[in-house]
């Protein structure tokens, strides 16, 4: 459902956007995508494109708007950026592919079980929601990329992506993805908002089907433990794994876990 109490779309504005992607690993290898979190790139997934592509055709996608995709005008709805995926994976010759998306990404990855169950061999979810919390939030924020630019929320949006330990002891790494995100385009940025704003599946998610993981960070200030137990609860036979030491960017934070549980769960659908 959306905010509105309305059904989720089905289809999405306009024309669809050829997504910016790179592949890793064996072109014969089965299909693995990467779907991105707002205000990242594809290399907010570095450690699992490099560990995953000794047995995956890895294909990791800028989403719209974000890092070399194409800003399309707006609004943007999830099922815009389900529809660009699919798209761009039409263009790569990928009929089936296992999916894992965090946060935003995650959203995408519910679309897609719940529109083009099809396309999808498993899905796995990361530090994601069925509805996320606080949208009025997320549209201020939308806000605030049009009328200062993403690097003045940048601090914050990098803060709530890793535990503080963590930020103490990799002041680069924080540094850089903190960078990332400053650098992405404002449109870009606030459309993909305002699109997590409005994504609300909560009532749906009993006709996710396809094979589910579910993952999330004990200390995830953005999706707290409680948005992934409602995915678990939620998708028949979803698996919930939680992860310690891990805030929002859990795949990137503690890929020592994530890492194996993405590989045993796209393993187990191929």
């Excluded at 965090?102 to 498993?122: D, F, K, T």
């Excluded at 790494?173 to 409005?198: F, H, K, Q, W």
């Excluded at 794994?241 to 796209?266: C, G, K, W």
Aim: hydrophobic share 40%; with cysteine.
């Amino acid at each position: 459902m959306e905010a509105d109490g309305s059904p989720a779309p089905t289809t999405g504005h306009g024309e669809g956007v050829k997504l910016h992607h790179v592949s890793d690993g064996p072109a014969d290898g089965p299909p693995l995508v990467l779907l991105c979190s707002l205000g990242s790139t594809v290399d907010m997934w570095a450690p699992q494109r490099r560990d995953l592509a000794g047995e995956y055709r890895v294909i990791t996608l800028d989403t719209r708007g974000h890092g070399g995709s194409p800003v399309a005008d707006g609004p943007y709805e999830v099922a815009d950026l389900a529809l660009d995926a699919l798209e761009t994976l039409d263009d790569l010759g990928v009929e089936r592919a296992s999916f894992a998306g965090v946060s935003l990404g995650g959203a995408v990855a519910q679309w897609i079980g719940l529109h083009a169950p099809e396309r999808a061999a498993s899905l796995a979810m990361l530090c994601t929601a069925a509805r996320f919390p606080n949208a009025d939030a997320f549209r201020d924020r939308a806000t605030t990329a049009r009328t200062e630019g993403v690097a003045s929320i940048a601090d914050a949006v990098v803060a709530r992506w890793f535990t503080d330990e963590f930020a103490e002891t990799e002041p680069d790494t924080v540094r850089r993805m903190r960078d990332m995100i400053a650098s992405t385009p404002a449109e870009g940025y606030a459309g993909c908002c305002e699109a997590v704003a409005a994504w609300d599946v909560v009532d749906q998610l009993g006709g996710i089907t396809v094979p589910t993981l579910v993952v999330g960070g004990v200390e995830d200030p953005a999706t707290p433990p409680e948005c992934q137990q409602i995915l678990a609860d939620g998708i028949p036979g979803a698996r919930l794994e939680t992860v310690t030491n891990a805030a929002h960017l859990a795949s990137y934070q503690r890929p020592d876990v994530v890492t194996p549980l993405l590989r045993e769960h796209a393993k187990g659908a191929s």
